[in-house]
């Protein structure tokens, strides 16, 4: 029987190997001592496995770019993913457009995995690091790190096929330290540079020194100046700049381009719901009703809470007025500036939360070096899955659809390469 090991136990490697177990015998390495341990970390401990509206144009990378995204998720879509998973005998349910365990607990989704490679007679060997894949006499043989004994032997198991899901460089507290990248660099294949990404900016504005940030807006970036991306949501004061979802997923652009040595911004409406002027004329209502001894403040009240019209106060206040908080006074047009001014709030970024805090990267495995089923190019029978990959996702359950989805393809095609399917 033909013979498959893949390396890596998160979402796509447990993926990949029930795929390829049905036509092939199948070994899965982890290097931790259980499978899954990011997968317990997803959605706050609630895994957002799906989203409810998949599409393309939620991703970034060469994988998108080079036409072989598309037909991995149209193939494995969400009625596919939502099917396979009721087959495992989960229960799941939908809240905020995304698919979630009923028990909103991801341990629900790593133990359905889990029994599914039990039942599957899958050879699961935890706390057993890959070292080295060497390929020779028409196999693959791997070397392995026995982390619990220390001792490193040479499996003399030849291997069919190889499927690498070693994730990316993302949280590797949960043991993706980038290891995919190695081998693929091993096996002479292009890989794109990784960058965190899901992660919050860096600008060191006073605006963002503190955690009383938090409203709903609508945040632009530009990159040397030109538009790059949008997204809305709920802004957060993060650890020296902006952060929420909203930001995540535009970070990944950031830090690449700032790590290519360019200038980044964003520009941030504190009320995309409501044009200047209507603004405008909100301000001046409450201007004319306040009364001497009010505080400067007021002129924020029932718009924003009280933590972030003070921040208003002292921000406004440098950058219209060139004084530490507004003016006591304020004229018809000052009214009109301070208007503008939240609608467009321009933030330089310097940096963005480094691979500790960024909860995917992007980069990876590049498309030129793959085939449509994530084999390997030139190189028969080493296939690549899931994070290691270079593709990216927005918030929202569009990483695990792929890992999922790239993991189902690569142990199709690895179990069976005759196959005909996506
Ligand atoms: C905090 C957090 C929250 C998230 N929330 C969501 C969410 O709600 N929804 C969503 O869609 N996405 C979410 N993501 C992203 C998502 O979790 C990942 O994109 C996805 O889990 C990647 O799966 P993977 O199997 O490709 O990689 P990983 O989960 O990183 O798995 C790779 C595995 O390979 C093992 N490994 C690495 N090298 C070796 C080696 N040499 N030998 C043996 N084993 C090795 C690692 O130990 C690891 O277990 C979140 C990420 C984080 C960090």
Redesign the pocket.
């Known amino acids: 029987m033909r013979r498959v090991a893949v ?7 447990m993926m990949a190997a029930i795929a390829a177990s049905e036509n092939a015998r199948v070994s899965l ?4 001592e259980y ?5 317990l ?3 706050n401990g609630k ?3 799906l989203n409810d509206a998949p599409s393309e144009e939620r991703f970034r990378g060469s994988i998108r770019e080079k036409g072989i995204l598309s037909p991995l998720i149209t193939f494995y879509d969400k009625e596919y993913i939502l099917k396979l998973f009721s087959s495992f005998g989960l229960l799941y349910h939908k809240k905020n457009g995304g698919y979630y365990p009923r028990s909103d607990s991801a341990g629900s989704v790593n133990d359905v995995l889990i029994a599914e490679l039990k039942a599957r007679k899958v050879d699961l060997h935890v706390s ?4 080295n894949i060497d390929r020779s006499d028409g196999g693959f043989f791997l070397t392995l790190n026995h982390l619990k004994t220390n001792k490193r032997s040479r499996y003399e198991v030849k291997y069919d096929a190889v499927i690498i ?4 460089k ?2 590797p507290k ?4 980038g ?2 990248y190695y081998f693929a660099e091993q096996f002479g294949l292009k890989v794109a540079p990784p960058y965190p990404a899901l992660t919050r900016m860096i600008s060191g504005d006073i605006f963002f020194n503190d955690n009383t940030v938090r409203t709903y807006a609508a945040v632009k970036l530009f990159i040397d100046g030109e538009y790059s991306g949008s997204s809305s949501g709920e802004l957060q004061s993060g650890d020296q700049g902006p952060s929420g979802i909203l930001i995540f997923d535009l970070s990944g652009r950031a830090s690449r381009a700032l790590s290519e040595g360019r200038k980044c911004h964003i520009m941030v409406d504190l009320l995309p719901e409501l044009d200047e002027d209507s603004i405008y004329s909100l301000l001046k209502k409450r201007w004319e009703s306040m009364g001497e001894g009010d505080e400067k403040t007021e002129l924020f009240l029932g718009i924003f809470s009280e933590r972030l019209a003070l921040k208003l106060d002292e921000k406004l206040g440098r950058e219209l007025f060139g004084a530490r908080n507004l003016p006591d006074v304020l004229s018809d047009k000052d009214l009109r500036d301070i208007a503008s001014m939240i609608k467009n709030m321009r933030f330089h970024v310097t940096g963005t939360g480094d691979f500790n805090v960024s ?2 990267t992007s980069g990876g495995v590049h498309a030129d070096s793959l085939n449509p089923d994530l084999s390997a190019k030139g190189i028969e029978g080493l296939y690549f ?4 990959l270079d593709a990216d ?1 927005d ?7 792929f ?1 999922f989805a790239s ?1 189902l393809a690569a142990g199709y095609a690895a179990g069976d390469p005759d196959r005909v399917s996506n």
């Open positions: 390396i890596g136990a998160g979402a796509s490697g390495f982890e290097k931790n499978p899954g341990r990011k997968l970390q997803t959605g895994c957002n496995f057993t690091l890959v070292k899901t070693t994730g990316g993302s949280a949960t043991g993706s330290t290891d995919g909860q995917v899955a899931g994070e290691c996702g918030c929202g359950g569009f990483n695990l659809h890992a993991g």
